[in-house]
């Protein structure tokens, strides 16, 4: 059924949040200073991406859109650490192009065995016993754990293949498939018979294999989205080589010339980089060809422009060996599959109000917390000057500094954010 292909589909990611600190003090008989011993919280777990071979479609992502990681747990006393939340393992067919929902750039091509981290964790807050000092022995206060982070994306699958066959309704790519690997696509004499792209592995000589794509038939129009090919002309993207298909029997009563630059034309639409993709044309069913003359002016064309044409019959088993010949000899000076590079570069966060952050004063340390804050933190390279005085900059634009005067701050306090200290000077 064709609601069976799913090759599309946008969810919602959430990193879990991290646990938050523990205040808490060793109260022991015999043991005269215990000291703070809160323990810190434990991280949020992660959103990871996982490349599944038994997988060939986005199916699992058409009822389930929102998908979460477990929370870390917070921090107890006698210097336990919160438990770390358990990370989100999320399975795609290889080939998985992650985009970005808002901005359509790529984050990442899942087309390695290697496991992506889409969202991190948050980090678990420190406990009470992180701000001890020898002038600060008894620190009533503990940090939060940080938020996790979240991603709205959609994942567009883009199958791996070597060769993409081409070409409109009912020219027997289907049948081609069927008799060069042994793929089982549905085969009749009517058009769109083909509802979603067929795989197949063609086994040439020892060591020598490609993997071919059975694409739905293209009509005028495609790229505009008219038939099913627009859908999938996606597909294509990545194939090293097309076989143009071509129908010279006459059967139907169509000129096979105008079919060839109709294909081609839809092909430079939708993208003029697979307009220049090499090309095998395969003039199908020749025997039961009408009108030899098809066949010649078809030759004569595809030859001035440069491609090469191969006379076949599928159903007959005839010059099918032929072709996967001439197909293998292209593909070896051919360049692998392509993979596509990351796009996607995170937007830093944009700060916020100064009233809306927690402010706590505990002798001598102001302990600053708030959503916003926590994201910029994660975005600051302390070990850098100019994104250190970028950070400052950013501070007193919000109007911290100036609530923190107000609420009477003085010079050599310690400001607590996030973890980060520094010595307050105006």
């Not at 250190?388 to 609420?407: H, S, Y």
Request: proline share 5%.
């Amino acid at each position: 059924m064709a609601s069976a292909f799913i090759d599309k589909a946008r969810i919602s990611v959430r990193a879990g949040n991290g646990g938050n600190g523990a205040v808490s003090f060793h109260r022991e008989k015999y043991v005269a200073a215990g000291g703070p011993d809160g323990g810190d919280g434990g991280r949020g777990g992660s959103i990871i991406l996982q490349v599944d071979d038994n997988m060939s479609t986005l199916m699992d992502f058409r009822y389930k859109r929102k998908y979460v990681a477990g929370n870390g747990a917070d921090g107890q006393g006698k210097r336990k650490f919160g438990k770390d939340g358990a990370s989100l393992v999320i399975k795609v067919p290889r080939g998985t192009l992650v985009r970005d929902a808002e901005t359509n750039e790529i984050i990442q091509d899942m087309s390695g065995s290697e496991p992506y981290v889409l969202c991190r964790g948050g980090r678990g807050g420190w406990g009470n016993s992180h701000f001890a000092t020898p002038t600060r022995q008894v620190p009533r206060f503990a940090k939060a754990g940080l938020p996790g982070e979240s991603h709205e994306v959609v994942l567009e699958l883009k199958l791996l293949a070597d060769v993409g066959l081409i070409g409109f309704p009912n020219v027997g790519k289907s049948t081609l498939l069927s008799v060069v690997s042994k793929a089982q696509p549905k085969i009749a004499n009517y058009h769109f018979t083909t509802l979603f792209p067929n795989l197949g592995v063609v086994w040439v000589d020892e060591g020598v294999s490609f993997v071919m794509a059975d694409i739905p038939g293209i009509i005028e129009g495609a790229s505009e989205g008219a038939g099913l090919g627009h859908d999938f002309l996606r597909h294509i993207d990545r194939c090293r080589l097309l076989v143009h298909l071509v129908d010279v029997s006459g059967s139907e009563a169509r000129d096979p010339v105008a079919d060839f630059d109709a294909i081609n034309a839809e092909l430079a639409q939708y993208s003029p980089a697979l307009a220049e993709r090499p090309q095998i044309v395969a003039a199908n069913k020749t025997d039961i060809l009408e009108n030899p003359e098809n066949l010649e002016r078809l030759r004569a064309h595809v030859e001035a422009l440069g491609y090469p044409l191969m006379e076949m019959s599928a159903a007959a088993h005839q010059g099918t060996w032929q072709l996967v010949q001439q197909i293998a000899e292209r593909l070896s000076a051919l360049p692998p599959v392509r993979v596509f590079e990351a796009e996607y570069v995170p937007k830093p966060p944009a700060p916020g109000d100064a009233s809306s952050l927690e402010i706590q004063h505990e002798e001598g340390v102001w302990l600053i917390e708030g959503p916003w804050i926590q994201r910029l933190m994660a975005n600051v390279n302390f070990s850098d000057y100019e994104s250190r005085m970028w950070f400052d900059k950013v501070l007193r634009e919000a109007g911290v500094f100036q609530r923190l005067e107000t609420l009477g701050i003085a010079d050599g306090d310690t400001v607590s954010l996030d973890g980060f200290e520094f010595e307050y000077q105006r």
